[in-house]
C-alpha cells in the first residue's frame, strides 16, 4: 500500500500562491471578456464564454474568502487547526478548477499559451498539485470521519452562542419529524412555526424600532444553515420568505406599512408567500401578465388582482402573499410597468385550496407535487378579481411601478439565505455519510479504511468549506451595504447550491444501494439539494444576468 502522506500538509501560504495565480488567469479573462461584451451589453451573444469567466470568478471567490477566513482566525489565535489544511487543499483545487475551465476559452478570449503561463508558471502548477494531492484530501477525510463531520468552524463567541441554540432547537425539535414530514409530503407543523416565533427567528432582519431584533446578516444565516440541517422545507426555508417581503418593505414601503407589517412578521403572526413566477414566464421577471386594476369594491379604492400565479411556496398556509403584478398594461413598459402587493388571506393546510372574498373575488390553489422540498408545498394560483384594499400596494402611490426594483432587493437577501440553507444541507450529507462509512463494513474492513472513501470525504468537507467561507462573506458585506454586496451574494448562492448538489450525491454513492432507500436520510437531502440552483434565479440566468452582468459592466 502507498503511504498515506507523499507530501506534507499544505499551508495557508502555499493556499495563497494557488490564489493568487487563479486571480491573475481571472482578471485577464474577465478583462477580455468586458471588451468582447462592450461591458456586457453583449452579454447574449457570447452566453457560454460569459458563464465560463462568471463562474471562474466565483471560485475564485470562494478561494479567496476561505484563505482570508481562515488566515483572520488564525491571527486571532482561535486555532485553525485542520481548516487550514482544508484551505489550502480548497484553494489548490479551486485554482486548478479555474486554469482548467479558463484554458478551454483561450481562443475565445483571445489569449494565449504565453498568458496561460505567465499565470500558471511550473513552480505554481507543481504547488498546486502538491497541496490538492490526493493524500492531503485523504488526510482530511480520515479526521472528517473521526469527527463525524461536525461543523465546528471557529466563530466569534455571540455567533458560536447562535449556532450552538439553533443546534440545540433543530437537534431536539425539527430532526425528528423531517423523515415523516418528507414522506408524508406533510405541512410544516404549527409547532415548528410557533416555537421559532418565541425564539425570535422571525424576527431577525426586522429593526428593533418595529419589533424585531435586527441581529444582523451572519446569525440569520447561522440559524438559517442549522435549521437546513435538520430539514431544509420543514424549518430551513420558513425564515426565508418573511426576509424577502421585509428587504421590500424597508426599502420601499411606506411607514404606516413598516409598521403595520413588520411587528406583525416578526412575532411569527404572519407567514409570507412570494408570488412572483407565472406558469408561462420564469426568470424573465419583466413579462409578467398577472394584472392589477384599480377599482372601488363595496366603497373601497384598491386594486383587482386576476391572473396566474406559480411556484408560491407556502401558498397555502401563508396569512400574506407578497405578489407582483402589471399595474401598467402596456408590454413595453416591461418592468417599470409592475407593483407589489400585500395579499392578505386565510391560511389553509393540506395541498389544495380556494378562498373566496364575499365582493366575488377568489383565489384557486393546487400545490404541484414535487421529489423533495416537500413541507413548504408549492403552489399554482389563479386570482380572478381579488381585491387588494389600495394601502396594501408597497410604497403607495410611490411604489406604482417600482414593484420589480423592491423585489429583486428581497431576492438579493434571499439568494443569500439560500447560500445559508444549501450549506445546511451540505453539513447533514456530510454528517451522516462520516457516520455511514465508519460503521459499514465490506470485504471486512469499515469503508473509511479505503483510501477512495477518504479522498471522497475529503473533498466534499473542503468544498463545503469553500461554501460556506463565500456565505459567511455576503453576509457581512450585506450587514455593511446591501446593496453593494448583492453580487456576492449571488456568487456565494451560486457556488454553495452547486456544492450541496455535489455533496449530497457523493454521500448517496458512499452510501452505496443503501444511498438510495428512503430508510436513510442521505436520500432526502440529495432530492432536496436539487431544488437549491433553482430558487432565486435560475443557475444560468444568476450566472449570466447577475454575476456575469456585474463583472462585466466594469
Known sequence: MPPDSPVSSPTLEDARSALSAAEALTRKAVARTREITRSGEAIDDHQVLSERVAYAATETRAARELVEYVAAVRREGRGAGLLEV????????????????????????????????????????????????????????????????????????????????????AEKEVAPQAERIHRHDELVPEEFISKMAELGYFAMSVPELYGGQEFGNLAM???????????LAAAGSLITRPEILTKALLQGGTEEQKRKWLPRIASGEVMVGISVTEPDVGSDVASLKCRAERASVDGQKGWVISGPKSWCTFAGRANVLALLART???????????????????????????????????????????????????FTLMLENYFVPEENLVGGEGGLGKGFYLQMAGFAAGRLQTGGRACGVAQAALEKTAEYVVDRVQF?????EYQLTQYKLGRMAAKLAAARAITYAAARAMDEDERAAAPLAAMAKLYACDVAVEVTQEGQLLHGGWGYAEEYPISRYVVDAQVLPIFEGVKPILELKVVARSLLAG
Not at 472528517?144 to 461536525?150: C, F, L, N
Open 86 to 169: 482544508a484551505a489550502a487543499a480548497a484553494a489548490a483545487d479551486l485554482a486548478a478548477s479555474v486554469r482548467g475551465r479558463l484554458e478551454l476559452a483561450l481562443e475565445d478570449l483571445g489569449l494565449g499559451e504565453p498568458e496561460l503561463e505567465s499565470c500558471f508558471p511550473a513552480d505554481v502548477r507543481a504547488l498546486v498539485r502538491r497541496a490538492a494531492h490526493e493524500s492531503v484530501f485523504r488526510a482530511l477525510g480520515r479526521s472528517v470521519a473521526e469527527r463525524r463531520g461536525r461543523n465546528d468552524t471557529p466563530l466569534d463567541e455571540v455567533s458560536e452562542q447562535v449556532r450552538a441554540a439553533v443546534r440545540e432547537f
Open 328 to 378: 401598467d398594461p402596456d408590454p413595453a413598459k416591461g418592468a417599470k410597468g409592475l407593483s407589489l402587493f400585500v395579499v392578505e388571506k386565510t391560511p389553509f393546510g393540506g395541498h389544495s385550496f380556494e378562498m373566496k372574498q364575499p365582493t366575488g373575488g377568489r383565489i384557486v390553489g393546487k400545490a404541484d407535487a414535487t421529489p423533495g422540498y416537500r413541507g413548504m408545498h408549492s
Open 444 to 448: 471486512k474492513r469499515p469503508i473509511v
Open 221 to 231: 444565516i447561522l440559524t438559517t444553515e442549522e435549521l437546513s440541517r435538520a430539514s
